[in-house]
């Protein structure tokens, strides 16, 4: 059933008084600043319990424009859809939310349609559940239970925007569905880390997890359903570099197509230190951002090791002299690499891991911390290690370094929710302005450092 007959606000009423909408050319368009436009005479027999809401829209830059279904829950909206947002600005975190968002609940940050492109946006409530679709990709499944449509028939929708550019809409029309629920069951309670997770969102801190692979038995599908199912927004990552599954351009840039349309970002973890001569700067400028480790490097005899790997470390006769060397290589590589994060920062060969406090003074921290604060290289809080330390965190944020929250994982066994993460942002104390967001929080790393990477 069509909600707006291209013509007339029959059935709409202005909630403020300022009149900040106009019908042209059959779209409905809004401007700002703030302006609601609420559906009055709503069609109880479509719009109840189950429902699905479709709109078309268009967005331009430097305006914000939501959904609202609002039911008697708490007395004000069950959900905000985020339809357009103004282009995301540093230590603005409200800028941040991209189309698909539900405001404060589950939050998208990676833009998925252009300014002034048509989309199609798809809303649908079962009650408590929501589903909403970009485009016909799946962005948001969500049981709310903390709010809801719980009665039959109390529900109806708002067009809100504030912002000095427009939004168009061309289409707004709703349809009852069945209330068969998909996904989530509604008897599953959030347990402590969604709660967390929700709190955070609430919060504004963007919870996302840079640091995904898809290995072993994890596949795209398998992420996706993860991510959406706890509230985590994901980076996916390829290995780059000597003996790693992506050697060349073409790979690099076929791994980057295949994810183009998806709600992730997509990330190439550098690898090695031979990775700036075997990518060329358009390869990179593919990805939505870069990081790499200080896990492979070669000792001053020109031995290259992989610290993770027992056998190629050896033994470790002075930890003194080899923390030095780590240090040293982690700063050039901080200084001279073109990479947005620092991942699995701090990380310590197994032999000498259990000293991790002892060898780690804060004098060694500082000089890691400095060097990635004047890069602008973001660090990792990376789960599969649990490092860096709580220690590192609050010297680092004091000295201006940004986050960001990593997996690293191996399969699908091993995605977990960001637990070390989660505890690390209550501990530290950290906001949203403490964490990185790709291609916003700073310039890209690749354009800050031209002429490293091959042309
Ligand atoms: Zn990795």
């Known amino acids: 059933m069509q909600l707006f007959d291209g013509k007339t606000l029959k059935g709409w009423k202005f909630v403020e008084p300022d009149r900040r909408w106009a019908i042209r050319d059959g779209s409905l368009v809004c401007r700002g600043p703030a302006s609601t436009l609420l559906l009055v005479e709503r069609p109880r027999e479509v719009i109840s319990r189950n429902f699905e809401l479709e709109i078309e829209a268009m967005g331009r830059p430097e305006h914000r424009a939501e959904v609202h279904i609002l039911s008697a ?102 349809h009852s ?167 699995n920062p701090t990380f310590l060969p197994a032999v000498i891991a259990d000293n991790y406090g002892q060898l780690w003074t804060e004098q060694r921290m500082q000089r890691i911390i400095e060097t990635a604060a004047r890069n602008q290289v973001a660090i990792e809080i990376n789960e599969l290690y649990q490092i860096p330390s709580a220690k590192f965190i609050r010297l680092a944020k004091a000295a201006g370094c940004k986050f960001t929250l990593g997996s690293n994982n191996t399969g699908s066994a091993d995605l977990r929710r960001s637990e070390y993460g989660l505890r690390i942002i209550e501990h530290c104390e950290l906001g949203p302005n403490d964490f990185f967001l790709p291609g916003v929080t700073y310039s890209r790393a690749i354009d800050r450092k031209p002429g490293v990477l091959l042309v």
């Open 73 to 174: 829950c708490q007395g004000s909206s069950s959900a905000k859809v985020v339809v357009a947002n103004r282009s995301p600005v540093p230590d603005d975190p409200q800028t941040w939310l991209q189309a698909g968002s539900i405001i404060g609940r589950r939050h998208i940050y990676k833009k998925l349609i252009p300014d002034g492109t048509w989309f199609r946006l798809n809303i649908a409530v079962r009650g408590r559940h929501f589903e909403v679709r970009l485009n016909g990709v799946l962005l948001v499944d969500f049981l709310d239970h903390e709010c809801g449509i719980p009665d039959l028939g109390d529900a109806t929708i708002a067009l809100h925007c504030a912002g000095d550019s427009e939004v168009l809409f061309r289409k707004i029309q709703a």
């Open 177 to 343: 569905i069945s209330d068969k629920s998909v996904g989530t069951s509604d008897s599953e309670q959030p347990d402590v880390v969604e709660r967390k997770i929700l709190h955070h969102t609430g919060q504004g801190i963007p919870i996302i997890d840079c640091h995904v692979h898809l290995k072993g038995d994890l596949d795209l599908d398998g992420a996706q359903r993860h991510s959406r199912r706890h509230g985590i927004q994901y980076g996916v990552a390829v290995n780059c570099g000597k003996g790693f599954p992506v050697e060349t351009d073409e790979a690099a840039l076929a791994f980057c197509r295949d994810l183009s349309a998806q709600p992730v970002f997509v990330a190439m973890q550098a690898e090695g230190r031979e990775w700036t001569s075997m990518f060329s700067q358009a390869t990179a400028a593919a990805f939505d951002y870069i990081f790499t480790d200080s896990m492979t490097w070669s000792d001053r005899s020109g031995r290259r090791m992989r610290l993770w790997i027992p056998d190629e470390v050896g033994a470790i006769a002075n930890p003194d002299d080899f923390m030095e060397t780590l240090i040293a290589r982690t700063q050039d590589i901080l200084q001279r690499e073109p990479i947005d994060i620092y991942a």
